[in-house]
């Protein structure tokens, strides 16, 4: 936990020291016209910086912030990928995919001006200048283009928010936010949760605010974001390239300890024991423990199309037998386990369970699993992966 | 029977009936009399403890009313009002059943005893072909028989009737109040009524008791009551006051308004 | 039960009447445990009679024994149980209220459960062990406020219909103000507030059976005074019914029956209203067969709507108070055209 922030933390102040230092030090090159917005070969150079702290990322924060304004060499071609990072360029995950059908990167330093994001429903926004203030209605949004060194100037309120969005206005719930102070704000663009666009887009619209509605709740989703902010946002391709393949690398090493194990089953609930859902393959964790070769009771079972959380039946879970049981709720992890404990032992059914036998009743912590946190889920995946193959 | 002394009732604030007292002895007919809103109704609800004095004191028997355990009050006392709620599916013979209840303990169901007054009750109000029809399937004079049976099964020694012919047309209030008579005459029965038409007051009725703005005017028997002046004071009505050349009996005759401010209403016009 | 004084005849069409209705709660108890049976048949994995046979009977571990004798008949068990005291309490509050439209919600029973678990659930997930608890209390504070506000000088139907409007808008919004405001966490909870036997153990077996036994015994004891609660106050009054009283200790135990329900198995409206309406189109109004009537068809409905609510989508569950709301719905409007002997 502790090293993923402090990655962040690295990675935001070095992408901010490095676009301030571009942005005064020398003029665009690319770009004539608009001055101040395109610093485009900026993008380039936090590469190494962001790569430099991975490995050990609790500590070297003043090491990994100083070599930072010594770097910024003007790369003269903009599409060159980071330097110094070296894993490949291709993605192991099949989670890539749904961005991949977006196109490639590379005629966007040729119109630098026009600004493009495309929502899962397809719907695309296009500006004319690239925003830049911006309002990220969702907290896992507002972190992540935070680390790619876009501060937000308003986010929804948390108490969950990383210190570095600290002085960061907080405007209310991502569900209903108080658009008096969002219009204050004045925002050039607002990005919300697209579970809220058929209840904010109208009220955004009669606003005259500029919205586009993320969909960033699994794992995947937010490399997929990470990529089209990368080309949207001031042409840093490579600097969110450098943020994914330090994921990827990682994710690598987590899903390595997958592979030629047996495939566990595995349940995953979520809620408290009075009233709990399953959380599907399609869920932020499920998505992750399937990455991690683990099978979900509920594969095969939806009965919605790509539901996260299903009600599904109790004689289901006892004939699919898990071998691991994943708890999510909301509450401090002990005194969950301990509600669970009880309800476990009043209900003998749970005791004919392997998972229960064998004592491989995991209760996650709600930080990093109640919902995708953005960068620091590389993290949960890593601690998913010891808790299923220890 | 019933004494009640100096009795005031107030609904909510607003006091209704000031300083009343009165006394029914047994076996006589009283009726209450009195314009709309004279108070009228809230003493025979008081005198049946329904509605509570805010001062005063009403006494069944010797006992006070309000002391008396509720459920030996409905075994000496029945109280009909004027509105009744009938469940839709209720027979004559379940509705007059209820009559029992007073007398049964909570755990215990009808036995012969019970059957049998009832069956006496449905017999005294003329209702045997009817017993196992539903109440709502009566005429209006036939449910108010229905309901003074569940009234008798009680068997009280005093019957109290707020406006029981209200409802009827005159061949069922005549029916009515022959069926009062009759209880009255071959059971002693006493009876405490409130009517407002002053004729079958004055020709069934023992005594009379008129009631005007909360208090009570006049007292006794009809040929001493009903007077014309009284009944100018009390209704703001000219009247003509008679004997029947047949039946001998009193009635009386409305020629008009004693007050000709018409404006006003009937019972403000002498306040 | 209490039939048996009644049934000697005295005339021909009354003594029909009585056999009449005394057949309908035979065929209701029959109806009722052919269900109870039947629903260990039906479930989201499917068993041959052969094999239920054996889990009943046999001494193997099966996993079929499993999930009869462990998930299928608890859950039975709680739905037999919750269906009649929702029944009986609605039952009792049309009579307190002397309104056909008076179920368990009217009194604030509801919505005070519902506001006390869900900021358990939401707010203090560490204290789930405590949701029942305080769910019933909830409902308690809820139902003493809705009286609390309706007494003045006696209880009065409309305004505890008034006072129960007013406490359950208030209590209503907290629900909803917390759902909004924990939004993330609302999906954990969501089949609790539609009321579901999902997950009900012979804990939850052990937990509700004494209350309920008490409560319903207690319902039992209501029939006289509901019964004359039926006939107007005056009319009560003047058989020797403290009114007051009895509205209070009907209210009081219509709350209880509601209250150890909702604690147990969440928010399950429908059955207070419907229940007793229903029997009173095939008994009539007369407690001493309605209330039983009510008992019986609660546990029937429940039991039913549980099996279908785990059988219908398998393997998904659905909340059974969606189940009652589209089947029941439907069959009482059918029930109130077809008419009977009480017509509304």
């Not at chain 1, 704000?185 to 993320?214: C, E, M, W």
């Not at chain 3, 029942?132 to 139907?157: E, N, S, T």
Request: with cysteine; net charge positive.
């Amino acid at each position: 936990m502790n090293r993923l922030l402090a990655l962040v933390l690295v990675v935001a102040l070095a992408v901010i020291t490095v676009g301030c230092a571009t942005q005064t030090a020398q003029p665009p090159a690319v770009t004539p016209t608009p001055a101040a917005a395109t610093p485009t070969p900026a993008a380039a150079t936090p590469a190494p910086a962001a790569a430099t702290p991975a490995p050990a990322a609790a500590t070297p924060t003043p090491a990994a912030a100083t070599p930072t304004p010594s770097t910024p060499a003007p790369a003269p071609s903009a599409p060159a990928p980071g330097p110094s990072l070296t894993p490949s360029p291709a993605p192991v995950a099949p989670a890539v995919a749904t961005l991949t059908s977006t196109p490639q990167p590379a005629p966007q330093a040729l119109i630098p001006h026009v600004f493009r994001l495309v929502e899962t429903d397809g719907t695309e926004l296009v500006l004319e200048e690239i925003p830049r203030r911006v309002v990220a209605l969702s907290v896992n949004t507002a972190g992540v283009l935070a680390s790619m060194g876009i501060m937000p100037v308003g986010m929804a309120t948390t108490a969950r928010a990383h210190h570095i969005l600290r002085d960061v206005p907080q405007l209310g719930t991502p569900m209903s936010p108080n658009i008096e102070r969002l219009r204050a704000l004045r925002p050039d663009l607002v990005i919300a949760n697209i579970v809220f666009k058929p209840s904010l887009a109208p009220i955004f619209r009669q606003h005259g605010l500029t919205a586009y509605f993320i969909d960033n709740q699994r794992y995947s989703d937010v490399i997929a974001n990470l990529e089209m902010f990368g080309r949207a946002f001031f042409n840093n391709a490579d600097h969110a390239q450098a943020l994914i393949d330090h994921i990827r690398g990682r994710e690598r090493v987590a899903l390595a300890a997958a592979r030629g194990r047996p495939q566990p089953r595995v349940l995953i609930i979520f809620g408290t024991p009075q009233a709990f859902m399953l959380s599907t393959q399609y869920s932020y964790v499920g998505e992750m423990v399937t990455m991690l070769g683990g099978r979900n009771v509920t594969e095969g079972m939806t009965v919605v199309r790509h539901a996260q959380t299903i009600p599904l039946s109790m004689e289901n879970i006892i004939a699919f037998n898990p071998e691991i049981i994943l708890r999510i709720s909301h509450g401090s992890p002990e005194q969950v386990a301990q509600m669970f404990q009880r309800e476990f032992t009043q209900n003998p059914v749970w005791g004919r369970l392997d998972a229960v036998r064998n004592n491989r009743v995991i209760d996650l912590p709600p930080v990093l699993f109640m919902s995708n946190p953005g960068l620091p889920m590389i993290d949960a995946l890593e601690a998913l992966a010891r808790f299923m193959y220890p | 029977m019933i004494t009640a002394q100096n009795i005031n009732l107030c609904y909510d604030k607003k006091t209704v009936v000031w300083d009343f007292d009165f006394e029914v002895r047994p076996g006589e007919i009283v009726s209450l009399i009195g314009p709309n809103g004279s108070g009228k109704s809230t003493v025979l609800k008081a005198i049946s403890r329904l509605l509570k004095c805010t001062c005063g004191t009403v006494h069944l028997d010797g006992y006070d009313i309000y002391k008396l355990p509720t459920r030996e009050v409905a075994k000496k006392l029945s109280i009909l009002s004027q509105v009744h709620a009938t469940p839709p599916d209720f027979t004559v013979r379940e509705l007059v059943n209820y009559g029992r209840v007073p007398h049964q303990q909570w755990y215990e169901t009808l036995n012969q005893e019970d059957r049998e007054i009832v069956a006496w009750a449905i017999a005294q109000t003329r209702l045997e072909q009817f017993a196992d029809r539903t109440v709502n399937s009566l005429s209006g004079g036939e449910r108010q028989r229905a309901w003074i049976a569940l009234a008798l099964a009680q068997r009280p020694q005093v019957l109290l009737l707020d406006e029981p012919t209200t409802f009827l047309d005159i061949c069922h209030q005549i029916e009515l109040l022959d069926l009062v008579k009759r209880l009255n005459a071959s059971l002693g029965l006493t009876v405490v009524m409130v009517l407002h038409d002053i004729n079958h007051a004055a020709a069934y009725s023992h005594r009379l008791v008129v009631i005007k703005d909360g208090r009570k005017v006049a007292e006794g028997a009809p040929v001493d009551v009903l007077t014309p002046k009284l009944l100018s004071e009390v209704y703001n009505v000219q009247a003509e006051i008679a004997y029947h050349p047949k039946t001998g009996k009193l009635y009386f005759h409305a020629l008009g308004l004693a007050c000709a401010k018409k404006e006003l209403p009937c019972n403000q016009a002498t306040a | 039960m209490t039939t048996r004084s009644e049934a000697q005849p005295t005339a021909a069409p009354r003594s029909l009447r009585v056999v009449k209705k005394a057949l309908v709660l035979v065929l209701a108890l029959g109806l009722l445990l052919t269900a109870a049976v039947v629903s260990l048949r039906f479930g989201s994995l499917s068993f041959s009679t052969a094999e239920i046979w054996q889990a009943l009977f046999g001494g193997e571990e099966t996993l079929a024994k499993i999930i009869v004798l462990d998930v299928r008949l608890p859950r039975m068990l709680v739905a037999l149980m919750v269906g009649a005291n929702l029944a009986l309490s609605g039952a009792l509050l049309q009579a307190v209220m002397r309104n056909p439209l008076a179920d368990p919600g009217l009194t604030g029973v509801s919505t005070g459960a519902a506001l006390a678990g869900v900021s358990i659930m939401l707010v203090f997930p560490q204290w789930g062990a405590l949701v029942p608890f305080a769910a019933f209390i909830g409902g308690a504070i809820a139902c003493g406020l809705v009286f609390l506000l309706a007494w003045k000088r006696g209880l009065d139907p409309i305004r505890i219909i008034l006072a129960g409007v007013a406490v359950n808008a208030v209590f209503g919004g907290g629900t909803s103000l917390l759902s909004i405001l924990y939004s993330d966490r609302i999906q954990g909870i969501l089949m609790w507030l539609n009321g579901s036997i999902a997950g009900r153990s012979w804990h939850h077996v052990r937990l509700l059976a004494p209350y309920t036994a008490v409560a319903l015994v207690a319902a039992m004891l209501c029939i006289k005074p509901a019964n004359l609660l039926q006939l107007g106050d005056d009319a009560a009054r003047n058989l020797g019914l403290n009114v007051n009283v009895a509205r209070t200790v009907l209210s009081f135990i219509a709350a209880f029956l509601a209250g150890i329900s909702v604690s147990t198995v969440g928010l399950i409206g429908f059955i207070g209203l419907i229940i007793p309406h229903v029997c009173r189109l095939l008994i009539g109004s007369d407690y001493k067969f309605m209330l039983p009537l009510s008992a019986l068809l609660g546990s029937l409905l429940l039991i039913t709507a549980d099996a279908a609510a785990r059988t219908v989508f398998r393997p998904v569950e659905l909340p059974v108070g969606i189940i009652m709301a589209v089947v029941g719905g439907p069959f009482f409007l059918y029930l109130l055209r077809k008419g009977g002997t009480y017509r509304v």
